[in-house]
């Protein structure tokens, strides 16, 4: 019987953990569009709170942007959003943003920034353009092995 109980509580205490989790951040329903940029450019965070909220503020000290950034009232009671320049020298990678209402409840956004420019390779020898000497010697490399495969078959035919 023992069994049964313990079993029944650590069931009862597993689902309360799984749901309880979501229904806190249901108050503070955070999103930010686009949700992919490169630095230098500008995405908006938007929320919810819970009526009655007077406000909303994003943290951006991952970003390289001010620790607390204010977030302006909607037209709809507790909704809040800002738009900001994501910083030419931010790190590309993904970041969790956390978005707060002015009453303690929070959520959080995810935003990907990616590299700018083209994908970093390396600096192999095209990387500042073609290299004319090098290109010169390969075809000086070429035309000597056509010459050569010439003067072979000439010899066996």
């Not at 313990?6 to 069931?11: A, D, F, I, M, N």
């Not at 929320?47 to 037209?75: E, F, N, Q």
């Not at 002015?102 to 920034?113: A, E, F, M, Y």
């Amino acid at each position: 019987m023992r069994r049964i109980l313990l079993s029944g509580g650590v069931l009862a205490g597993t689902a309360a953990a799984l749901v309880l989790p979501g229904v806190a951040s249901a108050e503070g329903a955070g999103s930010v569009t686009p949700d992919t940029v490169k630095p230098g450019e500008s995405v908006t965070f938007s929320t919810v709170c819970a009526d009655g909220v007077k406000s909303a503020d994003v943290a951006g000290t991952s970003l390289g942007l001010p620790d607390r950034i204010p977030m302006a009232a909607g037209t709809t009671p507790g909704s809040f959003s800002v738009a900001v320049a994501i910083p030419g020298t931010t790190v590309a990678g993904t970041y969790n943003i956390s978005i707060d209402c002015g009453d303690g409840s929070s959520s959080l956004v995810k935003l990907v920034v990616t590299p700018t420019g083209g994908v970093p390779t390396g600096g192999g020898s095209t990387a500042r353009g073609p290299n004319r000497s090098l290109m010169a010697v390969g075809g000086g490399l070429l035309l000597f092995g056509a010459a050569g495969a010439l003067l072979l078959r000439r010899r066996t035919v």
